[in-house]
């Protein structure tokens, strides 16, 4: 059974920063491209940033590009995600999700497999 577990999600202050990490298991995804999505209370599932196979492409919603780095540890089934310079409209529940091809997708449609969701709260 294929299952991603998101982790290191809570509360911090503005500007702060937080490492999101996202552990498979059940299969390797060394072969596919990875994602991380959010979603705020009231609102529709947005991107925020894929990683292909190898991590030789990432691409970056428009509002997190420059705050935001997506990375994956193959040899550990994980991919990460570092937010810096948080901001209150960055609260939401983040969710890593696998897809099936090795190439990047922006569409929550793209993924096929997704986690249960870290919480990220941006608040002083």
Request: aromatic share 12%.
């Amino acid at each position: 059974q294929v299952q991603l577990v998101e982790s290191g999600g809570g509360l911090v202050q503005p500007g702060g920063s937080l490492r999101l990490s996202c552990v498979a298991s059940g299969r390797t995804f060394s072969s596919n491209a990875m994602g991380w999505f959010r979603q705020a209370p009231g609102k529709e599932r947005e991107f925020v940033a894929t990683i292909s196979w190898g991590g030789i492409s990432t691409y970056y919603g428009d509002s997190v590009k420059g705050r935001f780095t997506i990375s994956r540890d193959d040899a550990k089934n994980t991919v990460y995600l570092q937010v810096n310079s948080l901001k209150p409209e960055d609260t939401a529940v983040y969710y890593c999700a696998a897809r099936v091809s090795p190439g990047t997708s922006s569409r929550t449609d793209g993924y096929v497999y997704w986690g249960q969701g870290t919480q990220v709260t941006v608040s002083s």
